[in-house]
């Protein structure tokens, strides 16, 4: 009954409950349905929260928060306090954009866009100019995200940004006062009067044009036709520039048709006296300055067989500045812009280098100078110049080159590399026109070696080294040495000729080869001790120094028979000897041959302006033979010395044939020595020339290679020491004789009167 009880008091509570709650109002967050309070959803109302918020309802009540992007003020916020504001993403750079992106900040977000100015994805630039964002007579200029508009030259911005053009013929210096100015939209032209122009530069200052340098005079009736017709389209080229119409630019033809006559003129040998030479060179200068600025081209290098040339132009409405430097297969030319344009600038400016290849090598030998000091006059008939570097002309638009305001420099490449030295310097001169010479007035040698040297010039002309040749006086210590040395060699070898001819006990193969090289050693000291310095008849000075060269060459191929037959006594056993047929073929023939031979090729080799012998060119002709005879007798000695060296090393030497080899070759080389040694070291005289050392070794060798001949064949000669001794008794004896017939018949005599002969008349003792 209990639990019945109790089931009843529950629903008696709950009808009670329920009966009160109906006749009561719900709480706040709740309402009425169905008789019972229930929550009510706040969320339900349209922008509870207000905007970039959403609403969050809960049991009785509810909160806002803010949407992604946005903070709230305040913390759970609802619609009547607090706000959702927007997160800038892009302060303080809290979202890094990639590239050249820019981060721009969204209401609730961001975006990394291109900066203005820039397109596509990868925010490339933007090019604004490819539509028409400029007016007329402007340019668009793009730039990295923007652009800008400047006007065309000859044109000027206004205020209000339009560019109108420029009357530049309202200043009066922009043609200068050798022409009229006509102004053009955007543009000049000026138009030069009579014998005036621009060379076709219409907006260029106009210049005076001189076309009486292309007039052929009557002194130019030598000159070839070609060279006459150049003359003639140079003419008619100038008075068309200098015309009403200004002409037409042909530069490079007229450039090429000098350079055709030029190679004419110079290849036929046209150019024979200094006043051809002068006008020669006046018509290539003038010719420059007439063609230089008609060339298109900033640069022109034009190479024919006989010149080589490079020119530099330059057009623009300001004067260059700075350096400029040409160069030609022989020569080097530096200068300033400021020293090509001068004084006045006609808006173009140009410098041109001509070099001629064979100006002096063609016959043209004009190497007169012009003499300066009294020094140089008085040994004007000593020195001997000539060029050693290529002739070449220097042209610049400068018109006053007379006295430059400062100094050129040009640098020479030597025909003919030769250190200075006391025989020889260089100068740098230039051709003087009005003199017809060459002149070093404004030249100064800058600095100089063996290949090339530098010249410092003060005006502008055609150009050149000149070299000149000292003569070097031969000392008085070597003169006498050579005289003394000579003069004694000439009695050795005079002795040595007598005895190799008469002395019977050394006759033979060996002692017929000594003969024939004293014979010749002999004949070619006594000619060059009375005519070596015959230089004042080129005729008789070719032949002493022919007569030195056949002589000096035989002495020398007698020698290499000497060495032969050394080998063969040697090898055969002495048995065999060389056929004198043979030795003279050698001996005399050989050194012929290379004489003819040498004379007919090169007869200008034979004396030079000091002495009568080789020429320093030629010197070819003597040196190979002898170098090549000095190394087969070199070869054969040694062949010598080994085939000695095996016998004196067998069991059983025959002791007096190898005293005899022994005895040879010690003499024989000797003898090689002696005269190979000697112009060994000549050789090494005129390769190191002013070696005092190597002067008076081979002067000393030289003038008495006689007498060590003679010591060596004869009296370092066990046979011919016992002949002299022979003859010295014979000698002796003979005059003891006369002395003791002598004495007999004084005494004899004595006894009585003299009485004559009667057949002959004399007296008798």
Aim: hydrophobic share 35%; glycine share 6%; proline share 3%.
């Amino acid at each position: 009954m209990l639990p019945n009880m109790e089931m009843k008091w529950a629903l008696l509570l709950l009808g009670s409950f329920l009966l009160c709650c109906e006749s009561r109002e719900c709480s706040i967050g709740f309402k009425i349905k169905n008789k019972t309070c229930v929550d009510e959803d706040e969320c339900e109302t349209p922008s509870q929260c207000g905007d970039n918020a959403q609403c969050i309802n809960t049991n009785g009540s509810y909160y806002c928060t803010c949407d992604e992007g946005f903070r709230s003020n305040t913390p759970n916020f609802t619609a009547d306090k607090g706000q959702c504001l927007d997160i800038n993403e892009c302060f303080n750079k809290k979202v890094e954009c990639s590239g050249e992106k820019e981060c721009v900040n969204t209401s609730g977000s961001y975006n990394c866009t291109c900066p203005k100015g820039y397109r596509d994805s990868e925010c490339g630039d933007e090019d604004e100019c490819l539509s028409s964002v400029c007016g007329v007579h402007s340019k668009c200029i793009n730039t990295p995200g923007s652009f800008f508009c400047t006007c065309y030259p000859g044109f000027d911005k206004l205020e209000n940004g339009t560019c109108a053009d420029n009357n530049e013929c309202e200043d009066p210096e922009v043609c200068g006062t050798n022409a009229k100015c006509f102004n053009l939209p955007g543009r000049y032209r000026c138009t030069c009067h009579q014998s005036y122009s621009n060379y076709g530069n219409d907006q260029s200052k106009c210049i005076k044009m001189n076309c009486d340098e292309f007039k052929i005079e009557s002194d130019m009736e030598e000159m070839p036709k070609q060279w006459k017709d150049l003359l003639t389209r140079l003419r008619n080229s100038c008075e068309s520039l200098s015309g009403p119409n200004g002409g037409s630019q042909a530069g490079e033809q007229l450039l090429e048709n000098l350079f055709t006559s030029t190679d004419e003129l110079l290849s036929g040998g046209n150019i024979t006296s200094g006043k051809m030479l002068s006008q020669f060179l006046d018509t290539v200068e003038n010719s420059m300055r007439l063609i230089g600025p008609q060339l298109k081209e900033p640069v022109t290098r034009m190479e024919t067989h006989n010149t080589f040339a490079e020119v530099v132009v330059t057009r623009s409405q300001t004067p260059p500045t700075g350096s400029v430097t040409l160069s030609t297969d022989s020569a080097l030319f530096n200068t300033s812009w400021e020293t090509v344009v001068g004084k006045s600038y006609p808006g173009f400016a140009f410098v041109a280098l001509v070099s001629y290849k064979d100006l002096d090598t063609s016959g043209h030998q004009f190497h007169k100078i012009s003499r300066t000091s009294q020094e140089q006059e008085s040994r004007e008939g000593e020195i001997t110049y000539q060029l050693n570097s290529k002739v070449v002309t220097a042209v610049v638009s400068n018109p006053e080159t007379k006295q430059l305001s400062e100094p050129v420099m040009l640098i020479f490449t030597h025909n003919e590399e030769r250190a200075e030295s006391g025989g020889v310097a260089y100068s740098c001169v230039f051709w003087n026109k009005a003199e017809g010479a060459w002149s070093g007035r404004g030249c100064e040698r800058a600095w100089s070696n063996s290949t090339h040297t530098g010249c410092s010039c003060s005006h502008l002309s055609s150009f050149a080294v000149l070299m000149a040749l000292y003569p070097i006086q031969d000392s008085f210590e070597l003169v006498l040495i050579t005289r003394v040395g000579l003069g004694l060699s000439l009695v050795c070898l005079f002795l040595c000729i007598l005895t190799f001819r008469f002395c019977r006990s050394i006759q033979g193969t060996r002692n017929s080869i000594h003969l024939h090289l004293s014979v010749c050693l002999f004949i070619a000291d006594l000619v060059f001790l009375c005519g070596i310095s015959s230089t004042h008849n080129k005729v008789a000075c070719a032949i002493v120094a022919g007569l030195l060269h056949y002589f000096f060459l035989s002495a020398f191929c007698w020698m290499l028979l000497e060495g032969v037959q050394l080998y063969r006594m040697l090898v055969l056993v002495f048995e065999k000897t060389i056929k004198h047929l043979y030795m003279y073929a050698v001996g005399y023939g050989v050194p012929l041959a290379i004489v003819i031979i040498s004379a007919i090729s090169y007869p200008q080799g034979y004396g030079t302006d000091r002495h009568c012998w080789l020429s320093l060119e030629f010197m070819w002709s003597f040196f190979a033979p002898v170098c090549i005879i000095v190394i087969l007798n070199s070869l054969v000695f040694v062949m010598t010395v080994w085939k000695l060296a095996e016998k004196f090393s067998s069991l059983n030497p025959d002791l007096s044939k190898l005293r005899k080899i022994r005895g040879f070759t010690v003499t024989a080389v000797a003898q090689l020595c002696v005269l190979g040694g000697m112009w060994v070291f000549g050789c090494f005289l005129f390769q190191h020339e002013g070696t005092q050392v190597l002067l008076y070794l081979f002067t000393i060798l030289n003038s008495l290679q006689g007498a060590l001949i003679f010591i060596m064949h004869c009296l370092l000669s066990k046979p011919v020491r016992e002949e002299y001794c022979k003859l010295i008794s014979r000698i002796c004896s003979q005059k003891e004789k006369k002395y003791s017939e002598f004495s007999t018949n004084a005494s004899s005599n004595s006894q009585r009167p003299l009485r004559s002969d009667q057949t002959t008349g004399e007296s008798k003792i």
